[in-house]
């Protein structure tokens, strides 16, 4: 699509798309703005956002709207493939082999056959990768674990990213998540290492 909204137009026709690459720098309304509408659109679908502008806050920004991984120009095609092919299989891949049932630690609620959260009840939409964290979380309750062992869990041992893409994405689920995110119960910081699920 060459505009923003030709991407929105295009993707209400095709409802099977699976992953968006989406470029900053768009005519029309830019890469952001298509991001926040996708999300709302559609939690599941996976978004890689392209920038030419290698600015920390490009990248942080991307991610709040709603992208699950950014590409910074120039990059190879094997790197851009190679993140499209991890984010297809985060999104859907290994749904056969999930174990069926539940994960519960009150008050939520992980329901791993059909991928989602409830809190209290009540549905929480969560992005793949928030979904991946947040199970990643609750199947390892009471344990620090390090950025870098999320990212290798979350996002697979070949991933080529940077390791802000965890705090920006943890960011986001205690958003969702917490009754405060600004003072977190249930996702704790281990200063100067990475991340704890406890009470």
């Not at 137009?9 to 409802?15: D, I, N």
């Not at 120039?74 to 994960?103: M, Y």
């Not at 630690?105 to 979904?131: A, M």
């Not at 070949?158 to 009754?179: A, H, M, S, T, W």
């Amino acid at each position: 699509a060459e505009s923003g909204e030709e991407a929105m137009e295009k993707l209400k026709a095709q409802k099977d798309i699976r992953v968006a690459l989406l470029d900053v720098m768009l005519p029309g309304i830019d890469g952001f703005e298509v991001c926040r509408r996708l999300r709302a659109h559609d939690a599941t679908i996976g978004i890689i956002m392209l920038t030419a502008r290698s600015q920390e806050m490009d990248k942080v920004t991307g991610l709040m709207t709603g992208a699950d991984d950014y590409v910074t120009k120039p990059f190879s095609p094997v790197e851009l493939t190679a993140r499209v092919d991890a984010l297809i299989r985060r999104s859907s891949g290994g749904t056969q082999e999930l174990p069926p049932g539940t994960i519960s630690q009150p008050p939520f609620l992980l329901n791993t056959r059909n991928r989602t959260l409830e809190k209290n009840g009540q549905r929480i939409k969560l992005t793949q990768v928030e979904y991946s964290i947040m199970r990643m979380f609750m199947e390892n309750p009471g344990k620090a674990l390090s950025r870098e062992e999320i990212l290798d869990l979350v996002w697979g041992r070949d991933y080529f990213g940077e390791l802000k893409i965890v705090d920006v994405n943890v960011r986001r689920l205690r958003l969702k998540i917490e009754d405060s995110p600004t003072s977190p119960t249930y996702i704790n910081t281990v200063w100067g290492y990475g991340y704890k699920w406890g009470f």
